[in-house]
């Protein structure tokens, strides 16, 4: 099975693009990277891919202001020019327009740190604590027009423990994040090829 062209989209540190980096090094994953992307010139993730070997470029939103689609068009560019077949984001903190996303829609992926459809947005592990959850988690989906709307992929989960704060759990689901991305995108490879 010939592999998808895959771009990661990040705004950080990219231990969830680490993760999938690894997972596209073995022979028979369905996705070959060919783009890392940041918004951000300072993400620590660019670096990492460019240590693993994998084109990495910033384009930073800054200088387009409030012209969010500009921004967009600029990184559009950029992933077409890699040839890119399916978008992975992760931990990418900018909202995207409409133009975008429908643009991408249906191979375009996300993970998300909660259990959807809870707590879409921000701050996500403190408010599964305040509401007294059992369990927290994280979610990978199809992105959609609507913020952490989009179609479930896969999700995984993780008991929420007496005296868990926001950052304990964010520290125990991230390895359990990195488990699920690599298969959840493997997922969303084969959605997209059954398609074809
Ligand atoms: C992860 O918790 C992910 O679920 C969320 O942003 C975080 C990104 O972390 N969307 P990293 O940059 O992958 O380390």
């Known amino acids: 099975m010939t592999p998808l062209n895959l771009a990661i989209l990040i705004s950080g540190r990219g231990s969830n693009m680490e993760a999938l980096l690894k997972a596209a090094a073995a022979p028979d994953y369905p996705a070959k990277p060919v783009l890392v992307l940041a918004n951000r010139p300072d993400a620590k993730g660019l670096e990492t891919a460019m240590d693993a070997g994998i084109p990495a470029l910033a384009i930073d939103h800054k200088p387009y202001g409030k012209d969010r689609e500009a921004f967009e068009r ?35 992926i996300n993970i998300h740190p909660s259990l959807l459809p809870k707590y879409k947005g921000l701050d996500t592990h403190q408010r599964a604590i305040d509401a007294g959850d059992a369990e927290a988690g994280a979610t ?48 969303a490879c084969a959605a997209i090829k059954a398609r074809r």
Not at 82 to 90: D, Y
Not at 153 to 181: C, F, K, M, N, V
Request: hydrophobic share 50%; glycine share 8%; net charge negative.
């Open 140 to 187: 990978v989906h199809w992105v959609s027009p609507g913020v952490d709307d989009g179609e479930i992929i896969q999700q995984a989960s993780l008991p929420i423990l007496p005296g868990d704060t926001a950052d304990s759990l964010a520290a125990r689901l991230l390895p359990i994040e990195h488990q699920l991305y690599p298969d959840a995108l493997a997922k």
């Open 74 to 108: 600029a990184m559009d560019e950029a992933l077409t020019e890699a040839g890119t077949e399916i978008i992975a984001l992760a931990g990418f903190m900018r909202v995207l327009t409409p133009w975008f996303v429908n643009k991408w829609q249906g191979r375009m």
